[in-house]
């Protein structure tokens, strides 16, 4: 399975940006999907999980209620809606894709994609 997240770019804080993922070579409708973080000088953190069909969602403490996960599985695409956006937003976001995946971490996630560069001016 390839993944692709595109749609980062530089937004001033309080503004919304929407990440697409991309997902080819596979059978998208099986597995869950991650999207993840990592700041600079940071480590990768979790952002959100949605399972296979769209019916489960969890988020980071940090993003709950500005940030919305969906999926269109007759698109083989994934979707982090970003609102109300922050400075401490800015990292570059990936997303992952797997079937055995835990909640909150990276375990289980089989499949990564390159990342796209979210930027919050203050």
């Known amino acids: 399975v390839q993944l692709q997240a595109s749609g980062g770019g530089l937004v001033q804080a309080g503004g919304s940006l929407r990440l697409s993922c991309a997902a080819s070579g596979g059978t998208f409708s099986s597995l869950n999907m991650g999207w993840f973080r990592q700041a600079p000088g940071k480590e990768r953190e979790f952002v959100g999980h949605?399972?296979?069909?769209?019916?489960?969602?969890y988020y980071t403490d940090s993003v709950k209620g500005r940030f919305t996960i969906s999926r269109d599985n007759a698109k083989n695409a994934a979707y982090l809606q970003m609102n109300s956006l922050k400075p401490e937003d800015t990292a570059i976001y990936c997303c992952?894709?797997?079937?055995?995946?835990?909640?909150?971490?990276?375990?289980?996630?089989?499949?990564w994609g390159q990342g796209t560069l979210v930027t919050v001016s203050s």
């Open positions: 949605i399972n296979w069909s769209g019916g489960t969602t």
């Open positions: 992952a894709a797997g079937v055995g995946t835990v909640p909150y971490s990276r375990t289980g996630y089989a499949y």
